[in-house]
């Protein structure tokens, strides 16, 4: 059985989990007003972010990290180990994508106004 380190009360907006010279960093972002983001990103160690990841818009933080928890449980499962000696390095490219949850959001996001004077009455 391993420990979790991210199990518990307390917030948790970023993590690491590495494997085999790969990195995942998983990150919990603001994306507007009490809107949130998870973003993961995986690449090398030692380079940039060659894949991602994005869900939401949550509606409250402790949303997001919980489905950041879910997230981290999953990759325990297929062999990644927590890094906490580790810190987050991707954390410019996970805004910059979170940020693309915002927009394509507020793209879908329409805005009504009835006129009754633009339509007929049904009986």
């Known amino acids: 059985m391993k420990l979790h380190y991210f199990n518990g009360k307390s917030p948790l907006r970023a993590l690491v989990l590495q494997r085999d010279g790969r990195r995942i960093e998983l990150h919990v972002k603001p994306v507007g007003e009490d809107t949130w983001a998870l973003v993961a990103l995986s690449g090398p160690d030692n380079g940039q972010p060659e894949w991602h990841k994005c869900q939401g818009p949550y509606r409250s933080a402790s949303q997001a990290e919980s489905a950041l928890r879910g997230v981290a449980g999953s990759l325990l499962a297929k062999s ?14 996970a805004q910059r994508h979170a940020r693309t949850i915002r927009r394509d959001r ?14 007929e009455p049904l009986w």
Do not use: K
């Open 80 to 93: 990644y180990d927590p890094a906490p000696s580790l810190h987050v390095v991707w954390t410019v490219s």
């Open 106 to 119: 507020d793209a879908s996001e329409g805005h009504y106004i009835f006129d009754p004077e633009q339509h």
